[in-house]
Structures are given as C-alpha cells and as structure tokens.
C-alpha cells in the first residue's frame, strides 16, 4: 500500500507532503465468476470479496510539530472483467480491469494543541491487473496474478488541520481456484 498524505494548518500556504509511505501485510480473498469461451478467448465477470490487513503508519514534521498517522484499510468489494488467451490446454494469460470499493480507517495525530483527527468511510477505485492461470486438475487451476487500485483522494478538515490522503494499494498473489 501506498499512500500521499499532505498535512497543513486550513489557512497555511505551505503543506507538508509525505509522497510514497509504504505499507505492509495481506489480503484474504474470496470471488467468484463466470467464464465464457469464443476458441482461444477467455472472457470472464467476476466479483471479489477482500479482508485487508494492511497498515500503514507515518510520521512527519510540519512547521515545529509533529504529526503522527495510521491508515488501514479494511475490507473491499471488487467488480472485474478478465480477458484470456489460452495459450495452451492447462494455462491462460488473462488482463482485467473493474471497479472497487474500500472501507478504511485513518487517524492523525498532532502535537499541535493536541490535534487528535480520525475518520473511517468508503473510498472508490479503478482495478487493473494481468496474471496467469495453469490448470493442475481438471477441477483446480492455480492463479498468479497482479493488480494495482488508484483511488479517488480524501481530504478532510479538523479543528483547522487538514489531512489529505490518496491511497494505492498493489497486490501480487497466489490463488488456488475451483473450476466447475
């Protein structure tokens, strides 16, 4: 996970930014879909379910304070279409694309006038990823794959600090599917 968060007093001319604070831990997943088959082509639409368990914390300097923070998100619901070429009987190459969305929680702490923010909500984003599939059973495939969420920015004001936060988070994993 990936986040840009700026901090800045609601009247200040010079926010603090802290580009590229990373993030780790995992992913529990669920989906399920359906696939059709044209020759080679492989088009499929399938709905996701996540339970995420990453955190990210940061820390930063603005002006003669120090701001601390954590974000988390917590759970997602993915919408996907998946295109594939089957390159041969067991394995296919496939990209997709869809839609999601994130409930989060991120709370910011400040040592000026002990500014203590934290709000939870939803966040959208747009899903792109690709991967490879290879059937090891005539009911079992696995599939590696790698997709990548920008999501939408999130800006709030409390007692005249503003925090701003625009998450991305890239997933690389390995599933076992059930094929029937």
Do not use: K
């Not at 082509?41 to 940061?58: K, M, P, Q």
């Not at 190459?93 to 203590?116: H, K, M, P, Q």
């Amino acid at each position: 996970m990936q986040n840009a968060v700026s901090f800045d007093l609601a009247d200040a001319s010079n926010p603090v930014s802290l580009d590229g604070i990373g993030g780790h831990g995992g992913v529990a997943d669920a989906f399920a879909g359906y696939q059709w088959s044209i020759e080679s082509l492989r088009v499929s639409l399938e709905l996701d379910l996540a339970l995420v368990a990453i955190e990210t914390t940061l820390s930063g300097d603005f002006i003669a304070y120090r701001a601390n923070g954590l974000v988390r998100p917590e759970r997602t619901v993915t919408a996907t279409a998946r295109a594939g070429w089957q390159l041969n009987e067991r394995s296919q190459l496939f990209v997709l694309g869809g839609y999601a969305t994130t409930g989060y929680v991120a709370r910011i702490t400040v040592n000026y006038e002990s500014i203590e923010a934290s709000t939870s909500g939803e966040v959208q984003s747009i899903v792109v990823g690709f991967g490879l599939q290879t059937a090891v059973s005539d009911e079992w495939a696995l599939r590696c794959s790698f997709t990548h969420q920008e999501f939408e920015e999130f800006s709030e004001i409390e007692d005249g600090f503003r925090w701003t936060l625009e998450p991305s988070i890239s997933v690389t994993s390995l599933a076992l599917v059930r094929m029937f």
